[in-house]
């Protein structure tokens, strides 16, 4: 990786492309810190620390870089512009009129991203209001939102400014897929996640500097944890399954094309984060929804909250079945076994001892199944193990979705390392002149 960024550094236009892509970091983060009018930030953040363990306000939280419970303006993050992203793919696969339209190349991609955008804004409202509502509607609305919060124009003013802060996350995404390094998506979670380690980092050199015995075990456990984790997530991020494809020999005029032996690479981890994503987003929905009611004691509703809480074995096993599930969902609308088979039979490709047509599809199919399975299993280790160690050792608190965290970490990097490489690939290939 070091290599790479030398290589690309030494390259004009690709240096041009890293400064851009960190100058628009840099605003972001500036972003991320502006605070939002008529907001108690400071009690918002130990309201939010305190009361909402294991709702989706935590999760939101860890994806905003902090923003979400210091109300910044930056607070909603690219929740909502990841949400439409997802919303839009799904459409495109039940819409005829949508799927047609990403066919027709790049006027109907940037037809679907026009879309994107409205759905974004969209999205970002309906956030932004019920951002409000809980801010307003909790134990301490009198102290987290001020009297001018309060009234019409407060509402006005903070959830407008919540859908602009929404809107331009959007732009600064999209102007680093026009002029960075692309992935804009991806590098935004990367930089918000990022700025959330050095607090881990700082608790756990505290507890050990303290000179305690168990604090050094715990600063020592983290760090191989740590490391392990990113090993994990490294060679299962790379791992993929490799089908032979051989294609026939064909005659055109005096030319032989074709005779070529290759192969079909089918990722372990297909689904990045996602299933990750997805999972914790439902699991956390009733914890979130009982937020906002007062629930007695020992009642049934206290019970469901506490067996949702992440440190309950309930939520583990949920989080685990709801990740494996979506990843076969999400596979199921990104990879089409069929129309592979498809494209490989007009080309005059098979995959030797299976049958060109339907036998290739299903066939495809079957190994896909085994290989989604072993990919959905690793996303659920890398999720549930770093749960079930925090609530074992408190003191690891800060770990709890520290797998989720660490595989988009890694996942972002080892993406924008392939892509610059490609960059540099295309820069400096000779071609067949030379």
Do not use: C
């Not at 306000?57 to 860890?62: A, D, E, G, T």
């Not at 009297?147 to 929404?166: D, K, L, N, T």
């Not at 469901?304 to 809480?309: F, M, Y």
């Not at 098979?350 to 036998?359: D, E, L, M, N, S």
């Amino acid at each position: 990786m070091i290599q790479t960024l030398r290589n690309a550094w030494k390259t004009p236009e690709l240096r041009a492309k890293l400064l851009f892509t960190l100058l628009i970091i840099v605003l972001y983060r500036l972003g991320a810190v502006i605070p939002m009018p008529f907001v108690n930030g400071q009690l918002l953040s130990t309201f939010l620390t305190t009361q909402t363990d294991g709702s989706l306000f935590q999760y939101l939280n860890i994806l905003s870089g902090e923003a979400f419970s210091r109300a910044t303006l930056f607070a909603l993050s690219i929740s909502p512009y990841i949400t439409a992203s997802i919303v839009m793919q799904l459409l495109t696969i039940a819409i005829p009129a949508l799927e047609r339209m990403q066919k027709e190349g790049e006027d109907g991609r940037k037809k679907i991203n026009q879309i994107t955008r409205y759905v974004t804004v969209g999205l970002g409202l309906v956030m932004s209001f019920g951002y409000y509502q809980f801010l307003r509607n909790n134990n301490y609305s009198s102290e987290i939102l001020t009297e001018r919060g309060r009234s019409v124009f407060g509402a006005i003013v903070i959830i407008s400014v919540y859908v602009a802060g929404s809107s331009l996350i959007m732009w600064l995404a999209e102007k680093i897929n026009e002029s960075g390094i692309g992935n804009g998506i991806s590098i935004i979670l990367f930089a918000n996640i990022v700025s959330s380690l050095p607090n881990i980092v700082f608790s756990l050199i505290n507890l050990a500097s303290q000179g305690t015995v168990s604090g050094i075990l715990i600063l020592v456990f983290g760090i191989v944890l740590s490391l392990v984790t990113i090993y994990f997530v490294v060679f299962m991020t790379n791992s993929e399954r490799r089908l032979p494809v051989q294609y026939a020999k064909r005659v055109v005029g005096r030319k032989m094309y074709g005779g070529q032996n290759t192969n079909l690479p089918i990722s372990i981890n297909m689904n990045g984060v996602m299933p990750i994503i997805f999972a914790n987003a439902i699991v956390s929905i009733p914890t979130t929804i009982m937020i906002f009611f007062s629930i007695q004691e020992g009642s049934f509703w206290d019970g469901l909250r506490k067996a949702l809480n992440y440190t309950s074995p309930v939520y583990w096993v949920v989080n685990f079945l709801l990740i494996i599930a979506f990843a076969y969902f999400y596979v199921a609308i990104s990879f089409n076994p069929v129309e592979v088979a498809n494209n490989l039979k007009k080309n005059g490709g098979f995959i030797p001892g299976i049958r060109p047509g339907k036998p290739t599809s299903d066939y495809i199919k079957k190994i896909l199944n085994k290989v989604t399975l072993i990919g959905a299993l690793f996303l659920g280790i890398v999720a549930v193990v770093p749960l079930i160690l925090a609530s074992f050792v408190p003191n690891l608190s800060g770990f709890a979705f520290g797998g989720s965290s660490l595989l988009i970490v890694v996942g972002v990097i080892l993406e924008t390392q392939r892509e610059i490489e490609a960059q540099l690939t295309m820069r400096h290939y000779k071609g067949f002149l030379e």
